[in-house]
């Protein structure tokens, strides 16, 4: 069975975890009210979606 010989350092093994960071995802603007919003998401400002209105705003 393949055991460490030696203890990983704690550098190394924070060198191996640098790129599962977590990151923020994009913000695009509404076409509509030109408010921040989530990508492939319902504005939460006016509740449109691709030009039609999914939800009522007060809903969100």
């Known amino acids: 069975m393949a055991v460490p010989k030696r203890k990983t350092s704690k550098s ?3 060198m191996r975890r640098s790129h599962d960071k977590v990151t923020v995802s994009g913000m695009s603007r509404c076409p ?3 408010a ?3 990508p492939h ?7 449109q979606y691709r030009g039609r209105e999914v939800v009522e705003p ?3």
């Open 12 to 14: 190394k093994r924070n």
């Open 41 to 47: 998401h319902a504005c939460p400002e006016c509740g």
């Open 32 to 34: 509509e009210c030109d």
């Open 58 to 60: 007060s809903d969100i």
């Open 36 to 38: 921040m919003m989530r």
